[in-house]
Nanobody, 116 residues
Framework: QVQLVESGGGVVQPGGSLRLSCATS????????MGWYRQAPGKQRELVAT???????GYGDSVKGRFTISRDNAKNTVYLQMDSLKPEDTAVYYC??????????WGQGTQVTVSS
């Protein structure tokens, strides 16, 4: 059974950094592409960072150069390092499969608030 538990969010000032973690179970990270999504109030959920099973990464234009996705296979955990945060990065962040057809459910997410 797939389980996803996001953590690491918080309140940070513009220009600050946060590191999010996604503890997974029931997923072989070496096989499946995983991604970080975010959903801001009143907006659709968007995919901001991806990592393939082979370790290739991809980023949305809005976060490119500021966010870094990584993983620890031994810990079955996916990370999102977020630097140079902006108010528009404020959202609930989730991790899940990149292939939406594999998404069975969503975790509780972790709230990121960027505000002075």
């Amino acid at each position: 059974q797939v389980q996803l538990v996001e953590s690491g969010g918080g309140v940070v000032q513009p220009g600050g950094s946060l590191r999010l973690s996604c503890a997974t179970s029931g997923i072989n990270l070496r096989i499946y592409a995983m991604g970080w999504y975010r959903q801001a109030p009143g907006k659709q959920r968007e995919l901001v960072a991806t990592m393939t099973g082979g370790g290739n990464t991809g980023y949305g234009d809005s976060v490119k150069g500021r966010f870094t996705i990584s993983r620890d296979n031994a810990k079955n955990t996916v990370y999102l390092q977020m630097d140079s945060l902006k108010p528009e990065d404020t959202a609930v962040y989730y991790c899940n499969f990149v292939d939406i057809s594999r998404v069975g459910s969503w975790g509780q997410g972790t709230q990121v608030t960027v505000s002075s």
